[in-house]
């Protein structure tokens, strides 16, 4: 069965600090991984999408690496700042469909 | 540029009760998708469509149906209410169905059925 699972489910940390997001995945075939950031009563924006021969990719203090080899990704936040406060969903598309798999979240608070 | 808008953004229904939520967006996208999502669950697609006077179930489609008489509006409709069918509804298009194409979402439409 396709899935898409994050840890951890929850996070706090502190302004400035630095933060992993993890997420593995069974998807196959695989065609590309997204992440999106999810505020509060909000759609989710997306942050970046990555196919499987990019390892790396960056938007501002975001970067989200593949291993498309092992099916893991991480979402890594430099510098955090509150407005970083939100879900953030890793969501997997299989090669072929319109379906993309998302995964539940992970829900961070960045604290002052 | 608004994006995607969606209508209501709030609706209490009583179960048996039917209503319409309506998606619209002004960047010209072929591809439009209605999607739920659930307390500790991942969004899941309800009915999406290829471009305007299509459309397909997705993944959860029972007790829905959809239309796309144009390009720019992708309705979600309920026929009757249950219980089962609270949840935040998000709409997403996007330019085409290609792997990368990026989506873009509403802010969803929080439905409660009691």
């Known amino acids: 069965k396709n899935q898409v699972e994050q840890s951890p489910q929850s996070l706090i940390i502190l302004e400035g600090k630095n933060c992993t997001l993890q997420?593995?995945?069974?998807?196959?075939?695989?065609?590309?991984l997204r992440w999106y950031k999810q505020d509060t009563g909000r759609g989710p924006v997306s942050l970046t999408i990555?196919?499987?021969?990019?390892n790396t990719k960056s938007n501002g203090r975001y970067t989200a690496t593949l291993d498309a080899d092992t099916k893991q990704s991480s979402l890594h936040i430099t510098a955090s700042q509150l407005s970083d406060s939100a879900s953030y969903i890793c969501?997997?598309?299989?090669?072929?469909?319109?379906?993309?798999?998302f995964g539940t979240g992970t829900r961070l608070k960045v604290l002052a | 540029n608004a994006g995607v808008t969606q209508t209501p953004k709030f609706r209490v229904l009583k179960t048996g009760q039917s209503m319409t939520l309506l998606c619209a967006q002004d960047m010209n996208h072929e591809y439009m998708y209605w999607y739920r999502q659930d307390p500790g669950m991942g969004l899941r697609l309800i009915h999406y469509s290829v471009g305007e006077g299509t459309t397909a179930k997705g993944e959860v489609p029972d007790g829905y149906n959809v239309s796309r008489l144009k390009k720019q509006n992708f309705l979600l409709g309920l026929e009757s209410a249950a219980p089962s069918q609270t949840s935040v509804y998000f709409c997403?298009?996007?330019?085409?169905?290609?792997?990368?194409?990026?989506?873009?979402f509403g802010q969803g439409t929080r439905l409660t059925v009691v």
């Open positions: 997420c593995n995945y069974t998807v196959s075939p695989f065609s590309n």
């Open positions: 969501v997997v598309r299989a090669t072929g469909t319109y379906k993309y798999i």
């Open positions: 997403a298009s996007s330019y085409s169905g290609g792997g990368n194409t990026e989506a873009f």
């Open positions: 990555m196919t499987f021969s990019e």
